[in-house]
């Protein structure tokens, strides 16, 4: 029977090296750990000040108890913030390689059609495409290290986000072991990968309809009749509503909204004709 855990070590490795963040597993929990109790304590300080301004002007100081779930949770909250960060660079990676896989392919075409090797059609590749060049660097290096190209490309079909490139690396591998002709295989590709670009697109624009609609009621509706449910109620608990807690909820407030503006932003699908 396999033990449950909390980090899935395998697929941890396989992020750090898909997101090509040369740091040992262990060594990046342990780091990410250090700065969830920092971050936490820091913004509990912060909380404790603010509770204890609020509780002296009303007598009551059972509101610092909070703090005692405030901080293990804030120090969860952060370190699993941080522990995101591989997925977060891989998909950074995969929407820079994509907006660059339809031309890259295209170059590669022509490049075999002109009867040139697929060494140097991968090199040209290095000199005009900047994500793409960075894996293509990688596979170049590994050959010039004495590994065949066969093997430097099937390892790299391992470590690349991006679907789309991966395909192109299985079609050189097929060229390399076959010798068939693949330019008519590249050219269908590139026209696959355009379509399915164009309905990612057509599909975001749905999304985006939902996410307005959640940002709409985020920055005008809960601002306003939110503060004043929310003022009530801690009038009706006795607590004063000062002026820190008035700025700590419109802080609270602006962070929602600019996260809502990341997400909105942040699905934006690759499109390239």
């Known amino acids: 029977m396999k033990k449950a855990s909390f980090i899935n070590k395998d697929k941890l ?3 750090l090296r898909m997101a090509r963040m040369n740091v040992y597993y262990a060594d990046f929990i342990k780091k990410n750990f250090r700065l969830a109790i920092m971050a936490s304590v820091g913004i509990n300080i912060f909380v404790f000040f603010m509770i204890a301004g609020a509780a002296k002007a009303s007598g009551s100081y059972y509101g610092l108890l909070i703090l005692l779930i405030t901080l293990p949770m804030g120090a969860l909250m ?5 522990m995101k960060m591989p997925e977060s660079k891989i998909i950074k990676s995969r929407k820079a390689l994509d907006a660059e896989i339809t031309s890259a392919i295209r170059f590669i075409v022509l490049d075999l059609k002109a009867n040139a090797s697929i060494y140097a059609a991968l090199e040209n590749l290095i000199e005009n495409f900047e994500e793409i060049g960075k894996y293509v660097k990688e596979i170049i ?7 065949s190209l066969e093997k430097a490309l099937d390892d790299a079909v391992e470590r690349v986000p991006s679907e789309s490139f991966r395909v192109l690396l299985w079609q050189l591998l097929n060229h390399i072991q076959t010798g068939t002709d693949i330019t008519h295989n590249l050219d269908t590709i590139v026209r696959e990968i355009v379509e399915e670009q164009k309905i990612a697109f057509r599909k975001y624009g749905k999304k985006l309809n939902v996410v307005s609609l959640f940002y709409m009621i985020v920055a005008i509706i809960l601002p306003t009749i939110g503060f004043t449910i929310i003022s009530a109620l801690l009038l009706f608990i006795g607590v004063n509503v000062t002026v820190t807690l008035i700025v700590v909820f419109w802080l609270i407030f602006s962070i929602l909204q600019v996260i809502f503006l990341g997400i909105g932003g942040g699905n934006r699908p690759v499109v390239e004709s």
């Open 78 to 82: 952060f370190f699993s913030f941080f």
């Open 13 to 15: 490795i396989s992020d």
């Open 141 to 147: 290096i590994e050959v010039r290290l004495g590994s």
